[in-house]
């Protein structure tokens, strides 16, 4: 090609830029440090017997993380910097006690655990992947996504260059009804389906406010994701990357200022039908609740030509069946129904509901959906506050603190870059290099229950 | 004596006193202390047993965790059997099935895992070689490399060859009587292994032949096996260099787990080892940790069952790990069907470890456990770590043997596989 003529490459590979967005609000200490004082007070004065006013050696500590490194030693000590590593109770126990934070065990709710919320607020301000040492500390298993474990390959895989940058694995997804054979009449149509780079978009945020709804849609905007909002206000930054939920008032304003994807109430058939000729080129999504019948709704939808699915539990992550199942469950009776009838590639779906860790992302993949939303989630890595239960949708118990857009939007784009980051992790053990193969891949998955029952086969039960 | 060695006699007489008081219990439990894998009372019965080399008396649990699930919901039929003799009941276990190679036996169905050196103080990599030295067992290197001080105890040490080959030179494979293949771990599955930028000292930068201060990563997998055929190429390597070295093949726990454990087998490997989802020693990803591949519980039914319907499971030993804490866990992993255990956490618990998880941060381990800082790694006595980790074996040899008695079984091989003594 001629150098003259050449175009300069716009290629540019798909990376999230984190940088730290300190909290704002005051957090918490996990750990809550104390010393009884006449003891230390008694155990200086011995020591200083014992090492004849060394200084140095009876003023040396026990704690490498400067606790007691302020003025007034263990007498006051620095509670903010403990990491619980406990060997200052293994030096005095007769003197120290650690432990857990009353204001630490109160964060969340019965969903939300303090772990789960302080995983969050981490990411969201550091952009960093939590690691640790000496194994895992939690729970065995158990329901909903935690009895479900991801594959890893022993031998053929992409490498864990993916991981580092130097394999390329594509974390991208597709929203919209995918072409099932050439429509050579459609050929200069707008494209039936929309390209996002992380398979996450912010769903509805439970409660909000305008500097929240702004933070949420420049985070959507600089992660080239979507955001969605009930909301008809338009806000400064541009509806581009704006999934609005559309009712019969709001159909006339995007026929004006047209949006790529739409949702509508999947209990408004009528919607559906003026959308579809009122917005010819936008990818119609029906947004519904899962329950027990959701399989057969979603089939019947797919069929009358709707392009995609937001199938949505509570904000626990139970579905809205008169027995409430976690999102895992129902999710694959929808994905299997769909797959059943021939219909699953002609929708995309859209999981939310109980989407709080990075882990969660992969797993409800693999039950079915093509991509998620979060919520609550996105109020937590805001700092809003717990006022009581978070589960139900119209009701949720949550404060929205004052915030700058701009902080609130790096927190999330903190975030969806640390949850990409654990995505690529979970696909380079599977060996996979796109996550659109994860879709419905449950052989690449292992049950807790299944397990359980197939490798503690003859093992009786305790009368 | 210079303040900085005053300073570290002082912190080191004061932890090893609070980990003879502790589990007394005169100050109560520790309200910060474990969690639900590792609860506060076992990791005081582990000090105990470590300081005693007998099961704790006061009532401490040392059985079970508290974790919901796993070895913590299994349980022992507990009527109807013969009892015998304790003392008459044998712990021992063959390391090779097969009629070729060497034969080699350890007195306990455990040995000490990879742990490398960079990773963990030289001091507690010490400690550890010779505490399986005196008890005629063996611990294996990690991936770290084979430093100059561990050689006098190389008749029980296992070098390990993972994919980061740090440190892996001829005359390390040729002092091993055992030479092991890290193709996975429990703690990362499916990912290599990461050494933080400063845990990588002059020390450890010469041990792994590379730059100072810089992060090692190791690849995953092998990138020169692609298929059985090349990890038997591997197998042959190693026994050409060692003709009288057995192979061990380390491996994670995904679905197939059954068929990668065959595929070993009709390698040449000789010790299957399979590392659950949920152990580990090393940093990593929390979302590795408990999200990816299954518990060791689950993969050892798998793959023993397999490998027996294969016929081959009396030619190839079925080492497992990765969560195993008690001598509970040892024995439920047998009846589940492995021949016996490695282990790591424990042994670092058994020198202090409070499973904090903070062995990445800053200056590294406070106890000098998982560290590399000259200060902290001198916490940890090679001596006094030596025997704290011979006194843990020891108690657990106990209550193995009290076990094993209680169902009238007079060798632990006759507790492989029988899952009908467990309850649920
Ligand atoms: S628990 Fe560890 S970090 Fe916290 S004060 Fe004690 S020594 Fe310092
Ligand atoms: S830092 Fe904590 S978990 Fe790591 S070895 Fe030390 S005591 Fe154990």
């Known amino acids: ?463 | 004596m210079g303040n900085l060695e005053l300073i570290v006699e002082k912190h080191s007489e004061r932890i090893h006193h609070g980990l003879e008081v502790l589990p007394t219990l005169r100050h109560g439990l520790p309200a910060g202390l474990g969690n639900k894998r590792w609860t506060a009372e076992l990791i005081l019965a582990t000090y105990e047993m470590a300081l005693t080399g007998e099961l704790p008396k006061n009532g401490l649990e040392y059985k079970t965790g508290d974790s919901g699930g796993g070895f913590d919901v299994l349980g022992w039929k507990n009527n109807g059997f013969a009892k015998i003799d304790q003392n008459t009941v044998d712990l021992s276990i063959e390391l090779n099935k097969r009629e070729e190679g060497r034969k080699i036996e350890i007195p306990l169905p455990i040995y000490g895992g990879g742990m490398s050196f960079g990773s963990i103080s030289l001091n507690f990599m010490l400690a550890r070689a010779r505490a399986a030295k005196k008890i005629g067992t063996y611990m294996s290197t990690g991936e770290g490399g084979y430093p100059d001080a561990i050689v006098p105890y190389r008749d029980h040490v296992i070098t390990q060859v993972a994919t980061g080959m740090f440190g892996v030179r001829e005359e390390t494979i040729q002092y091993a009587p055992i030479v092991e293949f890290k193709y996975a771990q429990g703690a990362k599955p499916g990912l290599g292994g990461h050494l933080l930028a400063d845990k990588v000292t002059s020390e450890v930068a010469k041990m792994r032949e590379s730059s100072m201060f810089t992060s090692l990563y190791s690849p995953f997998p092998f990138h020169s096996v692609y298929s059985v055929e090349d990890h038997k190429k591997h197998v042959d390597w190693i026994k050409t260099v060692n003709p009288r070295a057995l192979v061990s093949v380390k491996v994670s726990t995904p679905t197939d787990v059954d068929m990668v454990a065959i595929g070993s087998y009709y390698a040449g490997a000789n010790i299957i080892h399979i590392d659950g989802g949920y152990g580990g020693t090393g940093a990593a990803p929390e979302i590795a940790k408990k999200n990816i591949a299954m518990p060791i519980e689950y993969a050892i039914p798998k793959v023993h069952d397999y490998l027996v319907s294969e016929g081959v499971r009396d030619q190839v030993v079925l080492i497992a790990s990765g969560g195993i804490r008690t001598a509970d866990d040892i024995a439920k992993v047998i009846a589940l069907g492995a021949d016996g255990c490695v282990v790591a956490t424990a042994e670092a618990v058994a020198v202090g470890c409070t499973h904090c998880g903070n062995c990445e941060r800053g200056r590294g381990c406070q106890v000098g456990i998982t560290t590399t800082d000259p200060e902290l790694s001198q916490f940890i006595d090679p001596e006094w770590g030596e025997t704290r980790i011979v006194n843990l074996f020891t108690a657990w040899s106990k209550r193995l043997r009290s076990i094993l008695a209680g169902f009238g079984l007079e060798s632990v091989r006759d507790l492989r596989g029988r899952r009908d003594l467990l309850v649920r």
């Open chain 1, 1 to 463: 090609m001629d150098s003259e003529t050449a175009k300069p490459s716009k290629y540019e590979r798909f990376k999230i830029e984190t940088k730290p967005a300190r909290h704002v609000y005051q957090i918490p200490n996990k750990f809550d440090v104390s010393a009884k004082k006449v003891r230390l007070a008694a155990m200086l004065v011995h020591e200083a017997f014992e090492y004849k006013l060394n200084k140095e050696v009876v003023l040396s500590r026990p704690c490498i993380y400067g606790v007691f490194g302020g003025r007034f030693g263990g007498f006051k000590p620095l509670k903010h910097k403990c990491v619980g590593c406990m060997r200052c109770v293994q030096e005095y126990p007769h003197i120290m006690t650690v432990k857990h934070s009353d204001s630490y065990k109160r964060l969340g709710d019965s969903f939300w655990t303090p772990e789960a919320v302080f995983t969050i607020w981490n990411e969201a301000s550091t952009g960093k992947i939590p690691v640790k040492g000496m194994g895992y500390k939690g729970a065995f298993g158990g329901e909903g996504f935690d009895g479900i474990w991801t594959d890893m390959s022993e031998i053929v895989r992409p490498t864990r260059d993916g991981v580092y940058g130097r394999e390329y694995i594509s974390t991208s997804v597709d929203v919209g009804r995918k072409p099932t054979s050439v429509d050579f009449n459609k050929i200069d149509r707008a494209p039936s389906t929309v390209e996002i780079p992380v398979p996450i978009i912010f769903d509805k945020v439970p409660v909000g406010n305008g500097p929240i709804r702004s933070a949420v849609g420049m985070a959507a905007e600089k992660l080239g994701t979507f955001y969605i909002s009930r909301s008809r206000t338009p806000f400064d930054f541009g509806p581009a990357n704006l999934i609005p939920i559309v009712d019969e008032e709001t159909i006339q304003d995007l026929v004006e200022r047209p949006a790529a994807i739409v949702e509508y109430d999947a209990d408004r058939a009528d919607i559906f039908e003026k959308l579809r000729s009122a917005l010819p080129s936008s990818i119609v999504i029906a947004r519904l609740p899962l329950h027990e019948d959701s399989g057969t709704v979603a089939c019947k939808l797919a069929r009358e030509g709707v392009h995609g699915l937001h199938l949505y539990a509570d904000y626990h992550g139970q579905d809205y069946s008169k027995q409430p199942q976690h999102i895992s469950a129902s999710l694959k009776v929808v994905h299997q129904q769909l797959v059943k009838e021939g219909l699953r590639d002609q929708v995309t779906i859209i999981a939310s509901g109980g989407i709080t860790l990075a882990e969660h992302v992969p797993k409800a993949i693999i039950c079915g959906a093509d991509l998620v939303g979060i919520d609550t989630t996105v109020l937590v890595a805001l700092q809003a506050e717990f006022k009581g239960e978070t589960r139900d949708r119209t009701n949720c118990q949550m404060k929205p603190r004052e915030i700058d857009p701009e902080w609130g939007a790096q927190r999330l784009v903190n975030l969806m870059g640390v949850w990409h980051d654990q995505l690529i992790e979970i696909l380079s053990a599977m060996g996979m290099r796109d996550v659109r193969r994860l879709r419905g891949d449950i052989g690449r998955s292992m049950m807790d229950a299944e397990l359980r029952e197939q490798s503690f086969k003859g093992i009786a039960w305790a009368t």
